[in-house]
């Protein structure tokens, strides 16, 4: 059992929270800090949790291995940095950081350091998805040519906090909140982006926002790719892989479809599972078997991840083609 502190309980820190609760669960929450501590007071006393509003507490205390970030977008990496100088493995809520640099000072900060860090990034754990890697990995596509996504929800709506509305927070409409999640899925199917191309129509701006945004990716290796997302709209998730023998779709949390040359249709249903909890779990793995079973997005696609997704932002702002840092 791996002691942690949960810093940051908000709308999402509550649902990660939840997700460290049972006697199956591989984290036990230890520690809560919050700079709103009557939220988190009644939930701390309950369940024997330590409540701080100071992060320096979860860092200073030799019970603590891990810590587990569900804070604004901006302080991310900065508290990589200093949890892992404290030699505690670190969880953090996806986006990892906000541009490419300030993701390759957290990463090499855990490396420096020899502690774990994994990224929030549940929808790669949801079993649509581990499907559809599968199938690209097998080789029944043929050559992997050309990558479609879509992700949109109504969270924007329903979950509102008064940071997440800055521009400085969460840049190009729905980036931060569920383009991520398609960005990491891209950069795992097919490596380094090269250059992009991206665009914002908004309709409506503040506390309920209404907005579009669509981006067209090219990757070193030569797949061209394109996703959006829109803010707010009923949830709907969809990756699409297509190479010159196949295609592979992953609809939802729990649907697959493959189609083979020659009209051959498979689809695949699956039950849902806790995909907070096993994101979680998986960071308790590799703590305890010391790195030897690793979390299973790697440093490289994290870092490779927020340099599309900051190149992305720099195409939304200048409203023109920009290439990915080298």
Same mark, same amino acid.
């Given at each position: 059992m791996v002691n942690v502190a949960l810093i940051g309980f908000g709308w999402w820190g509550k649902n990660l929270a939840k997700a460290m609760e049972g006697e199956h669960s591989k984290l036990r929450l230890a520690m809560i800090v919050t700079k709103e501590p009557s939220e988190a007071s009644e939930y701390c006393q309950s369940n024997h949790i330590i409540l701080s509003n100071e992060f320096d507490d979860a860092l200073s205390n030799p019970q603590i291995q891990a810590i587990v970030l569900a804070t604004p977008h901006s302080m991310h990496s900065d508290q990589i940095v200093a949890a892992a100088k404290a030699g505690k493995h670190v969880f953090c +809520?996806?986006?990892?950081?906000?541009?490419?640099?300030d993701a390759v000072k957290a990463i090499r900060a855990c490396e420096e350091n020899n502690v774990r860090l994994a990224v929030g990034q549940n929808k790669r754990f949801w079993p649509s998805m581990a499907k559809l890697r599968e199938v690209v990995a097998s080789g029944t596509l043929g050559t992997l040519m050309h990558i479609e996504g879509h992700y949109s929800n109504e969270h924007s709506t329903k979950f509102f906090s008064e940071w997440r509305d800055k521009p400085s927070e969460s840049p190009a409409g729905g980036l931060t909140g /569920? #383009? !991520?999640? !398609? !960005?990491?899925?891209?950069v795992n199917l097919a490596g380094k982006a090269s250059q992009v191309s991206a665009h914002v129509? &908004?309709?409506? &701006? #503040?506390?309920?926002?209404?907005?579009? /945004? &669509?981006?067209?990716? +090219?990757?070193e290796?030569?797949?061209?790719?394109?996703?959006?997302?829109?803010?707010?709209?009923?949830i709907f998730w969809r990756i699409h892989a297509f190479g010159d023998a196949g295609s592979v779709e992953a609809i939802g949390e729990t649907e697959c479809i493959v189609r083979r040359n020659g009209s051959l249709v498979d689809r695949f249903t699956y039950l849902a599972i806790d995909s907070i909890k096993a994101e979680l779990d998986a960071f308790a793995i590799s703590i305890t078997s010391n790195g030897e079973i690793p979390y299973p997005i790697s440093t490289k696609e994290m870092g490779e991840t927020i340099n599309l997704f900051e190149a992305i932002v720099q195409s939304v702002n200048t409203q023109s083609r920009v290439k990915v840092h080298p």
């Amino acid at each position: 059992m791996v002691n942690v502190a949960l810093i940051g309980f908000g709308w999402w820190g509550k649902n990660l929270a939840k997700a460290m609760e049972g006697e199956h669960s591989k984290l036990r929450l230890a520690m809560i800090v919050t700079k709103e501590p009557s939220e988190a007071s009644e939930y701390c006393q309950s369940n024997h949790i330590i409540l701080s509003n100071e992060f320096d507490d979860a860092l200073s205390n030799p019970q603590i291995q891990a810590i587990v970030l569900a804070t604004p977008h901006s302080m991310h990496s900065d508290q990589i940095v200093a949890a892992a100088k404290a030699g505690k493995h670190v969880f953090c +809520e996806k986006p990892l950081a906000l541009t490419y640099e300030d993701a390759v000072k957290a990463i090499r900060a855990c490396e420096e350091n020899n502690v774990r860090l994994a990224v929030g990034q549940n929808k790669r754990f949801w079993p649509s998805m581990a499907k559809l890697r599968e199938v690209v990995a097998s080789g029944t596509l043929g050559t992997l040519m050309h990558i479609e996504g879509h992700y949109s929800n109504e969270h924007s709506t329903k979950f509102f906090s008064e940071w997440r509305d800055k521009p400085s927070e969460s840049p190009a409409g729905g980036l931060t909140g /569920t #383009g !991520i999640h !398609i !960005i990491d899925a891209m950069v795992n199917l097919a490596g380094k982006a090269s250059q992009v191309s991206a665009h914002v129509a &908004s309709f409506r &701006s #503040g506390k309920d926002p209404r907005d579009a /945004t &669509s981006v067209n990716v +090219e990757f070193e290796n030569g797949v061209s790719a394109y996703f959006a997302m829109v803010r707010a709209t009923p949830i709907f998730w969809r990756i699409h892989a297509f190479g010159d023998a196949g295609s592979v779709e992953a609809i939802g949390e729990t649907e697959c479809i493959v189609r083979r040359n020659g009209s051959l249709v498979d689809r695949f249903t699956y039950l849902a599972i806790d995909s907070i909890k096993a994101e979680l779990d998986a960071f308790a793995i590799s703590i305890t078997s010391n790195g030897e079973i690793p979390y299973p997005i790697s440093t490289k696609e994290m870092g490779e991840t927020i340099n599309l997704f900051e190149a992305i932002v720099q195409s939304v702002n200048t409203q023109s083609r920009v290439k990915v840092h080298p």
